[in-house]
């Protein structure tokens, strides 16, 4: 069980990274791992582990939220400001 779930994670940070600009939304992880409660899954943990973060963003029609890989020094560097 613990094995699948790194997997899952492993595979959505993948898919997020070699994105063609960085961006994928929920629909288009949801439409390669095919199980939305599994999508979700991973992307509490990679948000939480602060691996990704959530960017609001225009889409075709409308306002879309967006997941892209974070830059970890400068997480660090805001940590550091905010103590």
């Known amino acids: 069980m613990k094995n699948s779930t790194e997997n899952l994670i492993e595979s959505v940070y993948l898919i997020i990274k070699k994105s063609r600009d960085g961006r994928v939304t929920t629909k288009q992880l949801e439409k390669e791992?095919?199980?939305?409660?599994?999508?979700?899954?991973?992307?509490?943990?990679?948000?939480?582990?602060?691996?990704?973060?959530?960017?609001?963003?225009?889409?075709?029609?409308?306002?879309?939220?967006?997941?892209?890989?974070?830059?970890?020094?400068?997480?660090?560097?805001k940590m550091e400001r905010q103590r």
């Open 33 to 77: 791992i095919g199980d939305k409660t599994k999508v979700r899954y991973a992307l509490k943990y990679l948000l939480k582990e602060h691996k990704v973060k959530k960017v609001r963003g225009l889409g075709i029609d409308r306002i879309d939220y967006f997941y892209e890989i974070m830059n970890i020094t400068a997480h660090q560097n």
